[in-house]
């Protein structure tokens, strides 16, 4: 069974840089024809696909967010990663990682919440 | 960029049907799949291309595609299916995942 784990600060300051990382157990991060993806929630709000990573290293983002976004893949530590720059207080979410499988998100970390705030 | 529009609300007496649709240029080109979000909880795929039913997930539910409308239909409403629904494509090219902004079901 894959399980997800996002971990990282809850909290950044404003103008700073997000760093979240999603670690992976249960089976390889390198195996299977997968994309290894990040979304959030606001609160009160729907969901926001952020962006991906494929199991080769290539990258798709949201063009709404593809300035500041980057998606990495450590598959010695079974893990991918995301970092948003120059954040705002609109950052604030609870921010999830995922398998896409290969257009499904089958397999969900438990969210963590993100609040940009000094 | 491309946008898939759901409806934010729909409202149903448990035993009825509700249908949930969302409309995009690309769904014509694109599978649409569908998921349920329950409150504190991360989504559960109901529906996956248009209209196949992962295992697990009841017969009431089920799901439609016509022209850049997708519908999901959930028949005999129970009150477990109360939560928000999201339908999620890709652009037309397929490298932009995108999800609606999602519908809040309410079992009366």
């Known amino acids: 069974q894959v399980q997800l784990q996002e971990s990282g600060p809850g909290l950044v300051k404003p103008s700073q840089t997000l760093s979240l990382t999603c670690t992976v157990s249960g089976g390889s991060i390198s195996s299977g024809s997968y994309y290894w993806s990040w979304i959030r929630q606001p609160a009160g709000k729907g969901l926001e696909w952020i962006g991906r990573?494929?199991?080769?290293?290539?990258?798709n983002y949201n063009p709404s967010l593809k300035s500041r976004v980057t998606i990495s893949v450590d598959t010695s530590k079974n893990q991918f990663s995301l970092k948003l720059s120059s954040v705002t207080a609109a950052d604030t979410a609870v921010y999830y990682c995922?398998?896409?499988?290969?257009?499904?998100?089958?397999?969900w970390g438990q969210g963590t919440l993100v609040t940009v705030s000094s | 960029s491309y946008e898939l529009t759901q409806p934010p609300s729909v409202s149903v007496s448990p035993g009825q049907t509700a249908r949930i649709t969302c409309s995009g240029d690309?769904?014509?080109?694109?599978?649409a799949y569908w998921y349920q979000q329950k409150p504190g909880q991360a989504p559960v795929l109901v529906i996956y291309k248009d209209s196949e039913r992962p295992s697990g997930i009841p017969e009431r539910f089920s799901g439609s595609s016509s022209g850049t409308t997708v519908t999901l239909t959930i028949s005999g409403v129970q009150a477990e299916d109360e939560a928000d629904y999201y339908c999620q494509s890709a652009d037309s090219s397929g490298t932009s995942v995108v999800f609606g902004g999602g519908t809040k079901l309410t079992v009366l």
């Open positions: 990573i494929y199991t080769s290293g290539s990258t």
């Open positions: 690309a769904l014509p080109k694109q599978y």
């Open positions: 995922a398998r896409m499988n290969p257009r499904i998100f089958d397999y």
